[in-house]
T-cell receptor
Framework: RKEVEQDPGPFNVPEGATVAFNCTYSNSASQSFFWYRQDCRKEPKLLMSVYSSGNEDGRFTAQLNRASQYISLLIRDSKLSDSATYLCVVILPGGSYIPTFGRGTSLIVHP | DTAVSQTPKYLVTQMGNDKSIKCEQNLGHDTMYWYKQDSKKFLKIMFSYNNKELIINETVPNRFSPKSPDKAHLNLHINSLELGDSAVYFC?????????????FGEGSWLTVV
């Protein structure tokens, strides 16, 4: 089982739709979780951190489910500009705190 | 000013050559990374340095050698380039190598080996 797994998609949704992605992780001792966004031919950029109690930033909501070992990202009222790849990042425990990326989920928002 | 800058952005070279990619960050961070993103878009960590000391060295061929002259710089040298080395190489940095620290990426270096 891979350390961090995501459905690669693509998720193809109309503008205004609500879409959700999940990311599962294998190491139950993992402590830090993030969602990054990567546009085509660009570098990944932090979208939001994921806190234990869940957190919201405008149209974006991130949640953590420790029991089932997954994090989720919900995007409401999708915009064309939300089209990108969304990368899940898990900081694996250990002396070196390895930031491990999932393969990413591709989102395409169409008019 | 770009926070994490890497050069060159594009590199086309022949098999067997040796090439280097340079990276500099002006964020004052202690930790720097090299990631490789292959054609399937999978972003995989290669190396990490904390204050010039190697702390992560994933399973990477010996042909890849990182060098950190100071904590603001982390260069990547690749010997005897192979076709499979073609990828995008991202340099990144974070305040510390620990939980909760945002990773900032450079714009990437597109390496094509022909």
């Amino acid at each position: 089982r891979k350390e961090v797994e995501q459905d690669p998609g693509p998720f193809n949704v109309p503008e205004g739709a609500t879409v959700a992605f999940n990311c599962t992780y294998s190491n139950s001792a993992s402590q830090s979780f993030f969602w990054y966004r990567q546009d085509c031919r660009k570098e990944p950029k932090l979208l939001m951190s994921v806190y234990s109690s869940g957190n919201e930033d405008g149209r974006f909501t991130a949640q953590l489910n420790r029991a089932s070992q997954y994090i989720s990202l919900l995007i409401r009222d999708s915009k064309l500009s939300d089209s990108a790849t969304y990368l899940c990042v898990v900081i694996l425990p250990g002396g070196s705190y390895i930031p491990t990326f999932g393969r990413g989920t591709s989102l395409i928002v169409h008019p | 000013d770009t926070a994490v800058s890497q050069t060159p952005k594009y590199l086309v070279t022949q098999m067997g050559n040796d090439k280097s990619i340079k990276c500099e960050q002006n964020l004052g961070h202690d930790t720097m990374y090299w990631y490789k993103q292959d054609s399937k878009k999978f972003l995989k960590i290669m190396f990490s340095y904390n204050n010039k000391e190697l702390i992560i060295n994933e399973t990477v061929p010996n042909r890849f050698s990182p060098k950190s002259p100071d904590k603001a710089h982390l260069n990547l040298h690749i010997n005897s380039l192979e076709l499979g080395d073609s990828a995008v190489y991202f340099c990144a940095s974070s305040q510390l190598a620990g939980y909760g620290n945002t990773i900032y990426f450079g714009e990437g270096s597109w390496l094509t080996v022909v």
